[in-house]
């Protein structure tokens, strides 16, 4: 079973940082595109930032200059560092990939549990 756990979130201040962490565990092959996205309340989801398996970003206007996602594929994990917070970056944070369970071209995509992040002073 595939499974993506985030950690990392928790309150900030107006200007300060947070990083979260998604490890993907369990039965697959290759994680392809990994990513976060994001729901504020009475907000659709959207995405904020997403990597490649050869490390190329893409990142949201809202966030571009402040956040920076990395990758680490020998450990199945993907990172988003997170600086200069504001409080419109309050929401659930999720983590997203696309798995392939054999060696093909195929992928599944995967969705973490969510993580709170709150940019309050």
């Known amino acids: 079973q595939v499974q993506l756990v985030e950690s990392g979130g928790g309150l900030a201040q107006p200007g300060g940082s947070l990083t979260l962490s998604c490890a993907a565990s369990?039965?697959?092959?290759?994680?392809?595109?990994m990513g976060w996205y994001r729901e504020a309340p009475a907000k659709e989801r959207e995405l904020v930032a997403m990597?490649?398996?050869?490390?190329?970003?893409n990142y949201a206007d809202s966030v571009k200059g402040r956040f920076t996602i990395s990758r680490d594929n020998a450990k199945n994990t993907v990172y988003l560092q997170m600086n200069r917070l504001k409080p419109e970056d309050t929401a659930v944070y999720f983590c997203?990939?696309?798995?392939?369970?054999?060696?093909?071209?195929?992928?599944?995509?995967?969705w973490g549990q969510g993580t709170q992040v709150t940019v309050s002073s």
């Open positions: 369990g039965n697959f092959f290759k994680a392809k595109n």
């Open positions: 990597i490649g398996f050869g490390g190329d970003p």
């Open positions: 997203n990939a696309d798995l392939t369970l054999v060696d093909g071209p195929f992928s599944f995509n995967y």
